[in-house]
């Protein structure tokens, strides 16, 4: 059971990462988050149940600790100074821009509140249901169909005025 | 007739969320306003944007912490989440020329003492040791690239113990990592027959790797991670065989090629 159940959380550890990215907007606190995740998995191995969705499972649980520490903390400072260090990259300018573009397109989903953001994840990137997000996200389905509506309304918008895609480290900072 | 459709609705009907009737529905709406097509156009081209922005996290190597916390005690590893401001290093090890020219310089040191591990061992004797003396893999895990550097192939296996692998040892295929196998040989340890498979790839944080095969009458063992003179090992031990990974590979890369390989030889 052990072996099984820590094979899965293997596998699982690269969509995990690519959740806790999009929840995050960095690497550092994306992979603290799945490590916590991981962590309360073990200890909490015995809730799981066989024969259902181990993915499901885990997603829930990254996104459980992520709105805890949303509630927990003064994640708004906490995000400007991130954003604040993300600008301020001493990455050589334009030097690969069909990468930076997709880091421009990241970083417009960072700019989307959270429940928004998570709902886009969890459906748009990973490919769960609005049923399987719901049961994820613990909020009833019209409730994921609206986040996701105005999630992609919002980065349409964004990515329009080009802060997603074509947009300056001063535009990014001016729309802030 | 429905209404026009709400950007609710249109991103339903990407998603594939809507009932036969509403795809219907929606479908005359968009057949016939074209400020509705250009905009589920735009919603498209935004999820499309966004599924691909992500899809290269998928490909970036697992930092080693987070195989490590699949498999640690709770008890004693607990991190809360304490998110940090961006910025912090969290770069791989890429240093296999190191690694290999140090151990290159350890084989040299060892060389002597591995061939005689090998040459004097009993195969018919049971050691009583807890395990093979694991200073022995990474040395002969040089030994057998020494090998496959200066001759056209390495017997496998040597002729004189040109027997089939038993039929409980079985050659992992690790090509999907891009390890390629060079050369195995049956070796001894533990006083016991045991074997040796190289594999060399291009990928220089990845290998070359050697997977060691041994028979064992010890307990089985959790995988455990470990590091001789810079070259890392991770073994366990599996009903009756131990498993020993030996190579350059990070920790990371050690723990991927673990599953790999267990899964393969139903050491898991």
């Known amino acids: 059971m052990n072996d099984i159940f820590s094979e899965q959380l293997v596998a699982s550890l690269p969509r995990l990462r690519r959740f806790a990215r999009g929840l995050t907007g960095t690497v550092a606190q994306a992979d603290d988050l799945v490590q916590s995740a991981c962590e309360r998995a073990l200890t909490r191995r015995h809730q799981y149940q066989e024969g259902t969705r181990f993915d499901s499972w885990m997603f829930r649980i990254v996104q459980t600790i992520w709105i805890d520490h949303l509630r927990s903390r003064d994640v708004r400072k906490e995000e400007a100074e991130i954003e604040d260090d993300k600008f301020g990259t001493d990455e050589p300018q334009r030097r690969a821009e069909a990468r930076l573009a997709l880091e421009e397109v990241r970083r417009a989903a960072t700019r989307l509140p959270p429940e928004q953001r998570a709902a886009l994840m969890l459906v748009t990137v990973d490919g769960f249901s609005y049923k399987e997000a719901a049961e994820i996200a613990q909020v009833p389905v019209g409730t994921i169909m609206s986040r996701l509506a105005r999630a992609r309304v919002a980065l349409t918008a964004i990515l329009e005025q080009g802060g997603g895609l074509r947009g300056s480290t001063d535009d990014a900072t001016a729309q802030r | ?268």
């Open chain 2, 1 to 268: 007739m429905m209404q026009r459709p709400s950007d609710d609705m249109l991103v339903a009907f990407l998603d594939g969320e809507v009932d036969e009737a509403q795809f219907a529905e929606i479908a005359a709406w968009l057949d016939r306003d074209p400020s509705l097509r250009a905009r589920l156009a735009s919603l498209s081209e935004a999820t499309a944007l966004v599924r691909e922005a992500f899809e290269p996290i998928l490909r970036e190597p697992v930092p080693e912490r987070l195989f490590a916390a699949t498999h640690s005690s709770p008890e004693t590893n607990v991190v809360a989440f304490q998110p940090k401001p961006a910025g912090r290093i969290l770069g791989n090890t890429p240093r296999w020329w190191i690694t290999m020219a140090t151990a290159a310089s350890f084989a040299c040191f060892m060389f002597g003492a591995s061939i005689s591990y090998v040459a004097t061992t009993d195969s018919t004797k049971t050691s009583k040791t807890a395990g093979p003396n694991l200073d022995n893999f990474p040395v002969l895990h040089i030994q057998m690239l020494n090998a496959t550097a200066t001759e056209a192939s390495v017997e496998i296996p040597p002729p004189e113990t040109d027997k089939p692998l038993p039929s409980d040892v079985i050659l992992p295929d690790l090509k999907p990592w891009g390890l390629v196998f060079v050369g195995g040989r049956r070796i001894a340890a533990e006083g016991k027959p045991a074997f040796q498979f190289t594999y060399t790839t291009d990928n220089k944080e990845l290998g070359p790797v050697t997977l060691f095969v041994t028979n064992t009458a010890e307990p089985d063992v959790e995988p455990t991670f470990d590091n001789r003179e810079n070259v890392n090992m991770l073994y366990w031990r599996h009903r009756g065989h131990g498993y020993y990974i030996v190579g350059g590979a990070n920790k990371g890369w050690m723990w991927s090629l673990k599953n790999d390989i267990a899964y393969q030889l139903k050491a898991m």
